[in-house]
T-cell receptor, first 114, second 108 residues
Framework: GAGVSQSPSNKVTEKGKDVELRCDPI?????LYWYRQSLGQGLEFLIY????????KSGLPSDRFSAERTGGSVSTLTIQRTQQEDSAVYLC????????????FGPGTRLTVT | AQRVTQPEKLLSVFKGAPVELKCNYS??????LFWYVQYSRQRLQLLLR??SRESIKGFTADLNKGETSFHLKKPFAQEEDSAMYYC??????????FGAGTRLAVHP
């Protein structure tokens, strides 16, 4: 079946602009995660959605970052007033019910802030 | 604080040589540890989980609570093992904390 998809694959934006990144998880997966992958920094956890529960936002680096998940499926990560340090690959992952550690990753969105 | 440390950014070996990718963690409770792998032009994927104690693609990893380590080992490296390897820790709350990753380069 189809895997996790993300769009756009690449995004170049000017400093100060807002961007929206989209994630379509695997159908039936109840958990959805956003990570940021910066050069030499590994994967940084941003936010986690599980079913209808309140999201775990503990990894969001600032209040410029927000995310929502509509209808328990598609998720959008929004970065307001982008800064150059926001440049990174943003990865989305989803996992089946009860198997949080088996995360299926999308191809990522490469964000470049100029 | 929960933390995963992978001290090597790059590990370069020749085909047939043994491989050990180091991972150390910091966690006060009983951790669950995992290795994820990302091959060139492919997505990040789960390689193995410490609880399962299985060998995947010839790789094994043993959790050493005394040394707080979870090193990934393979006795004879193959060129197709070249990839980025990430160690990950679950400290509860159904989320993973990843290390910075180690790039394994296996030369012919």
């Amino acid at each position: 079946g189809a895997g996790v998809s993300q769009s756009p694959s690449n995004k170049v934006t000017e400093k100060g602009k807002d961007v929206e990144l989209r994630c379509d998880p695997i159908s039936g997966h109840t958990a959805l995660y956003w990570y940021r992958q910066s050069l030499g920094q590994g994967l940084e956890f941003l936010i986690y959605f599980q079913g209808n529960s309140a999201p775990d936002k503990s990894g969001l680096p600032s209040d410029r970052f927000s995310a929502e998940r509509t209808g328990g499926s598609v998720s959008t990560l929004t970065i307001q007033r982008t800064q150059q340090e926001d440049s990174a690959v943003y990865l989305c992952a989803s996992s089946p019910p009860g198997v949080y550690y088996e995360q299926y990753f999308g191809p990522g969105t490469r964000l470049t802030v100029t | 604080a929960q933390r995963v440390t992978q001290p090597e950014k790059l590990l370069s070996v020749f085909k047939g040589a043994p491989v050990e990718l180091k991972c150390n963690y910091s966690y006060s409770g009983s951790p669950e540890l995992f290795w994820y792998v990302q091959y060139s032009r492919q997505r990040l994927q789960l390689l193995l989980r410490h609880i399962s104690r299985e060998s995947i693609k010839g790789f094994t990893a043993d959790l050493n609570k005394g040394e707080t380590s979870f090193h990934l080992k393979k006795p004879f490296a193959q060129e197709e093992d070249s990839a980025m390897y990430y160690c990950a820790l679950s400290g509860g709350y159904n989320k993973l904390i990843f290390g910075a990753g180690t790039r394994l380069a296996v030369h012919p």
